[in-house]
């Protein structure tokens, strides 16, 4: 059976955690071993162009969430439960605007790549993500890794036939990526999860890939003002 160990580029999420402010937590965290089943090793290795029909909506997501915040809310108010501390502040009164909003634009900023590059081989796996930081396992046979640093702990693994990379941070957040590819090679997919303690409801948003080839006929680029960089393939 094969464990993993991941890395990333430290530096980036210095800058991701400080969107969403006063997320520290007192409580302890610790990272959580990634179940191992049987695990089914796919071909990731390729190019990686983002589909924008097939990808979800940054703002229809965000959209979800507030209106399960709003249900999570009502149903405490039907219970009678009188969430407030002695000082008058609402316990647990985390689901605030700036913070429910500062976990979707997380989200946002680190699954902006339009553009991937994997390289796989049997003993490892790097996803190299355009103007992002990039995701890498190493493979190691035996006991399960799981990298302590100071700014969190990091870990990656196979569950079955998707690849798994989680990031736990230190000030109550954590990042998780989930690779899954379609039975026909040529699509994939990408669900990140962004987990604060300052909210109730964790914020998914899924990315589509489509596999290219570089050079091809019809895939080209060009820079907009609304959307930056946009790469698209054409038919013949």
């Not at 006063?22 to 695990?39: M, N």
């Not at 946002?108 to 790549?113: F, S």
């Not at 736990?168 to 957040?173: A, D, F, K, Q, V």
Request: include cysteine; proline fraction near 4%; hydrophobic fraction near 35%.
């Amino acid at each position: 059976m094969r464990k993993f160990l991941t890395t990333i580029q430290l530096p980036v999420l210095v800058i991701l955690t400080l969107i969403i402010s006063g997320c520290a937590s007192d409580k302890p965290r610790k990272a959580q071993p990634i179940p191992v089943g049987d695990v089914d090793m796919v071909d990731f290795a390729g190019n990686w162009e983002l589909d924008y029909s097939k990808s979800e909506n940054i703002q229809a997501q965000l959209n979800s969430m507030m209106r399960e915040l709003r249900r999570q809310a009502e149903r405490r108010a039907q219970r009678g439960s009188n969430e407030r501390a002695s000082s008058g502040i609402a316990v647990g009164n985390n689901n605030t605007g700036a913070t429910v909003i500062g976990l979707a634009r997380m989200a946002d900023l680190i699954t902006e790549a339009q553009l991937l590059e994997i390289k796989q081989s049997d003993n490892d796996i790097r996803v190299k993500r355009e103007e992002n930081f990039a995701l890498t396992c190493e493979f190691f046979e035996g006991k399960q890794q799981i990298v302590e640093n100071p700014l969190g702990t990091e870990t990656c693994g196979w569950v079955g036939h998707q690849l798994l990379f989680r990031i736990l941070l230190p000030e109550g957040l954590s990042i998780q990526h989930v690779l899954t590819r379609s039975p026909e090679g040529n699509q994939m997919s990408i669900a990140t999860t962004v987990v604060s303690d300052r909210v109730s409801t964790p914020f998914t948003l899924n990315r589509v890939y489509r596999k290219f080839e570089p050079g091809e006929s019809g895939f080209t680029c060009e820079v907009t003002l609304t959307k930056g960089r946009v790469c698209t393939t054409e038919a013949k």
